[in-house]
């Protein structure tokens, strides 16, 4: 099959098999680049393991740590008619590199929000850590972005919603369809889409996780977990901060705070980690954010300092989430979007905001590599891939 890019809105709808395979390369590169992180993890659970900085997490876990891990995505594999998703052809070459490496890796694909998958997660642990001798579980990274969840107890599926809170917005945007700039009206949203967000987005999840695996006793004594969050400035509060999301957001603190109370026995340490903004497969979905991430884009670039995904997870885990008594913001956080949310950087994206047009944006933003970076996520525009080149669709882990 030849593969080329079919996008639609602000989605692609297919995925390149070579190109993603690309994509982990390049990431696994980097960190053997750096060199091993300090504190090494020993055993590393991933839940959402299979694209973004759920994907960044295991290669450095595994290829700047040596760490066994075990991931759990919900991907769909190719047929004969169709490609993979992204997240699939990544875990696949994922897999790879580390039997490559002789690193221990394996995933789960199904719905991590079920009791079936925490099941079999706690049985693979059971089996190929406790009995195998590797030992107990000592990083859990939870960094899961979905539109829905369904409750495995009342069988009710609640819907996340991106609206503001409290009052409606008009704010620019960039259609990445339409290719223009122009502006938005978003209106409030009510109680129950809030809490509905709250409850696709929000903590309990994670909690649940730990309780399961703890309760499982798979749980390592000084145990970290961490949940990953965006938390935005001025530009961007409306739609996140002080939004749906941002509610949603709000409950990972309160998670944090209880799961840090629940399991000081074993000494748990849980953090929600606020990274900068990046291009994903869920950020190109919020209205105002292709706008500000390729203005962020251009002024980091600008001053040197814009850093991708795997730049951001490996600085986290060798400055920060791994260390002792790592400095964390007046919430707990750990923050490694300080730079972007600097009053320097942000006083440059906002002497911009008011003047970007559909006309001067290629010259005031830099939608070019916003668009290479959406493209990358789903295998398209690396050199080296031959992209006319017949390529094998069906590739299994």
Known sequence: MIIKAKVRG????????????ASVSEQIAYVKQQGEIANRPKNVLVIGCSTGYGLASRITSAFAAGASTLGICFEKEPSERKTGTAGWYNTAAFHQQAKNA???AKTINGDAFSHEIKNQTIDMIKQDFIESGKGKIDLVVYSLASPRRTDPDTGETYMSTLKPVGAPVVSKTFDTSKKIV???????ANQDEIDNTIKVMGGEDWQIWIKVLNDAGLLADNCVTSSYTYIGKELTQPIYGKATIGKAKEDLDRASSELNADYSNINLKAYVTS???VVTQASSAIPVMPLYISLMYQVMKDEGCHEGVIEQ????FNTLLLADNPPVDEDKRLRMDDVETNDEIQGKIKAIWPNVTTENFPELGDYQGYNEDFLKLFGFGFDGVDYEADVE???SW
Do not use: D, R, W
């Open 10 to 21: 602000f989605i692609c709808t297919n995925a390149h098999p070579t190109g993603c395979a």
């Open 102 to 104: 002789e690193l221990y």
């Open 182 to 188: 122009h502006e938005i009206s978003l209106e409030t």
């Open 275 to 277: 990274l900068k903004a």
């Open 313 to 316: 997870i490996y600085g986290l």
């Open 393 to 395: 669709q069906q590739v």
